[in-house]
């Protein structure tokens, strides 16, 4: 069974900064890896999404990165804003028979400190 | 068509109420899943359309729970007798999927309808 972790549960920095958000699944055999942010009380946005065959995905200040083999992705956010404030979540597919059902890991609870 | 959108946004019910929520998914999109999250976890799986087949069903999804896509286009989930352990965000998220494609498709999701069973 296919497992997604991500550490920390919760992480604050100051506004400006670089951060790292990890991302690890149990199993290599995936067909993507989508990266999303929530916003409390809300649905889920789509950031990024990486084919297996890919190594990483930029949109703006967002850099995503999976590596197969050791079962990890990392999302990157540059120059971090008080609006990149919310729980970020990373999902895995893998095809079973055609059913494409994303299995997530718990997030990361992110705050940006003005 | 701007997005995947569900009705209604909250719900509060009493035990024992049976409620029906509808998702609308993108207007091209021949999937549709429904997902369900907890306070403080991530979403999950509960089953999937394409057109109107219902393809599978989670075991999450236990009897009280049912869904059907009628004509391939908007979605309802009907739960039956609520219990308090059904309170969470219910997701709905399209995709278009292809079977000739090597890779997965990406999944939109709606705003979700949050369900509180007192």
């Known amino acids: 069974k296919q497992e997604v972790t991500q550490i920390p549960a919760a992480l604050s920095v100051p506004e400006g900064e670089n951060l790292v958000l990890n991302c690890s699944f149990t199993?290599?055999?995936?067909?993507?890896l989508q990266w999303f942010r929530q916003d409390p009380g809300k649905g889920l946005t789509s950031l990024l999404l990486?084919?297996?065959?890919?190594r990483e995905q930029t949109s703006g200040r967002l850099n995503a990165s999976l590596d197969k083999s050791s079962g990890r992705s990392t999302l990157y956010i540059a120059a971090s804003q008080p609006g990149d404030s919310a729980t970020y979540l990373c999902?895995?597919?893998?095809?079973?028979?055609?059913?494409?059902?994303?299995?997530f890991g718990t997030g990361t609870r992110l705050t940006i400190i003005p | 068509d701007t997005g995947v959108s569900q009705d209604p946004r909250h719900k509060i019910t009493k035990r024992g109420q049976n409620v029906t929520f509808r998702c609308d998914p993108i207007?091209?999109?021949?999937?549709l899943y429904w997902y369900r999250q907890t306070l403080g976890q991530g979403p999950e799986f509960l089953t999937y359309f394409q057109n109107e087949a219902q393809l599978e069903k989670s075991r999450l999804l236990s009897d009280r729970f049912s869904a059907e896509r009628p004509k391939g286009s908007f979605s309802t989930l009907e739960i039956q007798r609520t219990e308090q352990g059904d309170s969470a965000m219910y997701l709905c998220?399209?995709?278009?999927?292809?079977?000739?494609?090597?890779?997965?498709?990406?999944?939109?999701f709606g705003p979700g309808t949050r369900l509180t069973v007192l």
């Open positions: 999902a895995v597919i893998i095809s079973n028979f055609g059913n494409e059902k994303l299995t």
């Open positions: 998220a399209s995709s278009h999927y292809a079977s000739w494609r090597s890779f997965a498709n990406e999944q939109f």
């Open positions: 207007s091209e999109h021949n999937r």
């Open positions: 990486i084919q297996s065959s890919q």
């Open positions: 199993d290599s055999a995936i067909y993507n």
